[in-house]
C-alpha cells in the first residue's frame, strides 16, 4: 500500500486548522512517523497563534479618516489608485506598528527558554508510540544518562501528590546544549513536560514567571546554573501550584 503524500500546502492548513476531520487524521498520521516535520508544524501553529493575539486588534480598529479620505474618487485620482494609495498608507501604519511591536533582536534567554519548552511540549506530548526515549521503568538508567549529558546530577520530581507519574523522559537539543526533558502524565492522561536545560552563566534569579504559547502554559525560572519550565496544557492556577512542588523537590 502506498505511503500517503502529504503537501506542504496540507500541513499548513493544519497548523492553522483548516483541514475537514478525515484529512486532518490522514495528516496526522503522517506526522507520526516524521518527528522533524512534528516540530516544525508545531512551531508554524504557535507563530500563528502569536500573530493572531498580536496583529488582530489591529485589523479590528477603524480606518483612520484621513485614509478613507484618500480612498474617496476624485477628478484627479481615478478610483483604483486612490484605493491603491490608501491601501499603502494602511500598510505602512500596520508595518510601523509591527516594528513597534517586534521584539529585539536575539531574544532574552528566560524567554527562549519558554518558548523551547513549549515546542517541545507540543512535539512530544500527544505522542502515542514514542512519548518518551527512556521509560519511568527505567528511571535510575534515565537520571543517570541526562545527568552524564548535562553534566550535572538531575533529580526529576516526584508528583505522585500532584496526581502525576512520571513517564519517561528525553533528551533533545538546545540552544547553549544538551537539554533533558521528562515527561509526567495523570490518570486522565494529560501530560506535563519539565524542560531543564544548563544555561552558561549562573543566575541567582528564582521567581516563576508565565508564558503562554498557543494554548500552552508555561511556568519558567533559572536557578543557578540551570533553566526550567513546566509545560503543559491547564489553567495558569494548576500549574503554578505544581510549578511550586517542583522547585520545592529541586530546593529541598
Known amino acids: 500500500m502506498n505511503a500517503p503524500t502529504i503537501s506542504e500546502q496540507e500541513l499548513h492548513a493544519y497548523a492553522d ?14 506526522l507520526a512517523d516524521h518527528a522533524e516535520m512534528r516540530q516544525t508544524v508545531a512551531e508554524w501553529r504557535i507563530q500563528g497563534e502569536q ?5 488582530d486588534p489591529v485589523l479590528d480598529e477603524p480606518v ?50 519558554a518558548r523551547q519548552a513549549a515546542l517541545a511540549h507540543a512535539v512530544f506530548s500527544p505522542e502515542v508510540r514514542h512519548p518518551v526515549e527512556v521509560g519511568a521503568a527505567e528511571e535510575a538508567h534515565l537520571v543517570a544518562w541526562l545527568s552524564k549529558r548535562l553534566g550535572a546530577d538531575l533529580k526529576p520530581p516526584h508528583l505522585a501528590g500532584q496526581g502525576l507519574e512520571l513517564v ?30 544548563r544555561d552558561a552563566q549562573s543566575s541567582r534569579e528564582t521567581a516563576f514567571r508565565f508564558a503562554k504559547e498557543g494554548g500552552i ?35 529541598p
Do not use: C
Not at 486548522?17 to 503522517?30: K, N, P, Q, T
Not at 500573530?51 to 496583529?55: I, N, T, V
Not at 476624485?74 to 521584539?103: C, D, E, F, K, N
Not at 492556577?237 to 505544581?242: F, G, M, V, Y
Open 168 to 197: 519517561g523522559g528525553r533528551l533533545l537539543p538546545g540552544a547553549t546544549g544538551p537539554v533533558a526533558q521528562f515527561m509526567y502524565q495523570d490518570k486522565r492522561g494529560q501530560r506535563l513536560t519539565l524542560y531543564v536545560q
Open 51 to 55: 500573530l493572531h493575539r498580536a496583529f
Open 64 to 113: 483612520p479618516t484621513r485614509l478613507a479620505e484618500a480612498a474617496k474618487p476624485t477628478s484627479r485620482l481615478p478610483l483604483g489608485m486612490a484605493a491603491a494609495i490608501a491601501w499603502l498608507a494602511v500598510g505602512g501604519i500596520i508595518g510601523y506598528q509591527l516594528h513597534g511591536a517586534a521584539p529585539p533582536q536575539g531574544p532574552q534567554p528566560s524567554t527562549s527558554l
Open 217 to 251: 502554559s508555561v511556568f519558567y525560572w533559572l536557578d543557578g546554573h540551570f533553566g526550567y519550565a513546566l509545560s503543559a496544557e491547564m489553567g495558569k492556577p494548576d500549574l503554578l501550584l505544581i510549578a511550586t512542588a517542583v522547585y520545592r523537590q529541586l530546593n
Open 17 to 30: 486548522g483548516r483541514l475537514d476531520a478525515a484529512r486532518r487524521d490522514a495528516v496526522e498520521a503522517w
